[in-house]
């Protein structure tokens, strides 16, 4: 089996790397002033501009060439045929059958699965219709007016994230808190305020084994028995979302209270499942189906779009242009929108989830770079801490700006001053000052000083994408997520890696259970290594 470094597509990208590393993009810009237009496309309300990349015509082919070399469209087309393509677990990868709205049928073991995701999607709108209605009432006849959302990561993260992001679409009358972490004082701070009456408790784990869910639904229902309700008025005020019908019924939630998903459906791909119920919950069915008809025409524009304009393959190659030829090690979010400011985390599981891997489907350790530590927070936040690395520090951090060109609630000046923040730093990352600008700035203050200029001086030359759409609504938000999801299988399908399986979080599961076993027994002897021994003994003394 040749080792993708050693072929064709990725030595000819090592020679062009070499090739444009003395290059300055402040340069090509003087030189080509349609630049921007040129590297500019637009598709699903996004438009992204990736002329601030260190790119040239020839780089873009032999990127895409890359991609025709790793068969990435065929992987593609597999993954929406159901092929069982996440092969360590045997599962096919489906999470867009889950916004599918052409009138298709899509086959999972030669059963189209279509039906069951429908009849998922009517019990969905019928709760939500209930709660919003005032139909569904709690067990002393008042109504529901709060939710208490219990998951984490995939059944988690895409709840909590894009009801916040889509808080202009809020439905009045009903609030929806989030609960993720087994640190108790999470779930007590949301229940204190909670009236027991008139609030739901939606619990979501497709395993129905994460132990900070299933601790965190026990405290609830202590909580909720404790407040006055009954065991048979448990039926009115608990629902989950999970996978494990079974083990959910034994947990003692009411089967016709629980919401079914598959396996073919990630947990960091799952919020367009019934786990995306408390968006639903949270803006209503109609926004929340909004979203995924956004996903949907994502997914179309991925399936059908010539290389050269799909937004997924130039995002995913251009993130493996500066890992694999740069040594980039982090991709950086900076979505300038406060409601947005959760979305760095959400697709910060989806990629170190998805591409944290280092074993390539030839069950060989990859001799190259894969999934990047991905971060970021809300602009213009991060330009007061850690820009200042990205603009003169020594390591390389490509950055993908967004911002929504309207937004609901901000007048003027907040809003110019936050696009043009946004793309003011884009501008410096590219342009830099050099080492003569920053001497000519002191002489022209009187202040002549070369040592000083050293330090004032910027390479620039720091890679950045820019995403812009009319506003953030749902439909945007469905596509943009899509865009992400499917820039991962991008990379993962050019990389060679099983994008869909994760078994890197097993074995930390494992060990706490063996020591939880300990803190909550001390009369048990700790035979693990000194370390792990001290810590338990520290925390035995403590408690
Ligand atoms: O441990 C990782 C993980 O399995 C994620 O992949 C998943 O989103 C999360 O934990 C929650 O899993 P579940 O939905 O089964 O509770």
């Known amino acids: ?43 699903c309300g996004i438009f992204l501009d990736y002329s601030k990349n260190r790119i040239n015509d020839a780089v873009l082919q032999g990127l895409f060439d890359l991609a025709k070399q790793q068969n990435v469209e065929a992987k593609r087309d597999a993954m929406f045929a159901g092929d069982t393509i996440n092969f360590t677990e045997q599962r096919a990868v489906l999470h867009t059958a889950l916004r599918n709205f052409s009138d298709q049928p899509v086959l999972v073991d030669g059963k189209d699965v279509m039906p069951e995701v429908r009849a998922c999607q009517q019990k969905m709108q019928q709760l939500v219709h209930k709660i919003h209605s005032g139909e569904h009432k709690g067990y002393t006849g008042k109504t529901i007016t709060d939710v208490v959302a219990i998951g984490i990561g995939g ?21 929806v808190h989030f609960v993720a972490n087994v640190d108790g004082c999470h779930i007590a701070d949301v229940l204190a305020e909670r009236d027991h009456q008139q609030t739901l408790i939606l619990m979501s784990s497709k395993s129905f084994t994460t132990q900070e869910t ?40 009411a089967e016709d209270n629980i919401f079914p998903m598959w396996d073919w459906v990630g947990g960091r791909y799952s919020l367009w499942s ?8 949270a803006l209503g069915y109609d926004n929340y189906q909004a979203m995924l008809k956004g996903a949907y025409a994502m997914d179309e524009h991925f399936k059908t779009a010539p290389l050269e304009q799909n937004l997924p393959f130039i995002l995913g190659l251009l993130g493996s242009w500066y890992i694999n030829f740069f040594g980039a090690q982090s991709h950086v979010l900076l979505p300038y929108y406060h409601y ?3 979305f760095p985390a959400y697709i910060q599981q989806l990629d170190m989830e998805s591409n944290g891997k280092s074993v390539t489907t030839s069950n060989e350790v990859a001799d190259y770079a894969t999934g990047p530590v991905i971060w970021g927070s809300e602009g213009t936040n991060g330009q007061h801490s850690f820009h200042q690395l990205i603009h003169q520090g020594q390591v390389l951090i490509p950055a993908d700006f967004m911002l929504p060109l ?23 990352l590219m342009q830099g000052k050099t080492l003569e600008q920053a001497q000519q700035e002191l002489q022209a203050s009187g202040k002549a000083d070369d040592a000083l200029a050293q330090h004032k001086a910027m390479a620039g030359n720091k890679p950045s994408n820019t995403l812009l759409f009319e506003q953030l609504d749902p439909h945007t938000l469905g596509a943009l997520v899509a865009l992400y999801e ?9 990389w060679d890696i099983n994008s869909f399986d994760q078994w890197g979080v097993e074995l930390g599961k494992v060990m706490g259970n063996q020591i939880l076993d300990k803190l909550q027994d001390k009369t048990q002897d700790c035979e693990f290594d000194s370390s792990t021994n001290s810590l338990v003994e520290r925390f035995r003394r403590t408690n």
Not at 155 to 175: N, R, V
Not at 486 to 493: D, M, T
Request: charged content about 15%.
């Open 1 to 43: 089996m040749t080792l993708l470094s050693a072929t064709p597509a990725w030595k000819n990208l090592q020679q062009l790397a070499d090739s444009v590393q003395s290059q300055h993009m402040r340069d090509w810009f003087a030189a080509e002033p349609a630049r921007a237009e040129k590297f500019s496309v637009e598709s």
């Open 155 to 175: 059944s988690f993260l895409g709840p909590k994230i894009m009801s916040e992001a889509l808080k202009p679409y809020w439905h009045k009358g009903i609030k």
């Open 214 to 253: 299933l601790q965190n639904t026990l405290t609830a229902k202590d909580w909720f028995l404790d407040q006055g309700g009954s065991q048979q008025d448990i039926a009115l005020h608990f629902m989950a979302v999970s996978s494990n019908i079974k083990a959910a019924t034994e947990f003692g939630i």
């Open 274 to 281: 019934a786990i995306g119920l408390p968006i639903a919950l």
């Open 340 to 342: 947005m400011r959760g």
């Open 406 to 428: 309207k937004v609901p609630n901000s007048a003027d000046p907040h809003h110019a001053m936050l696009a043009s923040n946004c793309f003011a730093q884009s501008q410096a």
């Open 486 to 494: 499917h820039k991962v299988f991008v990379q993962g399908a050019i």
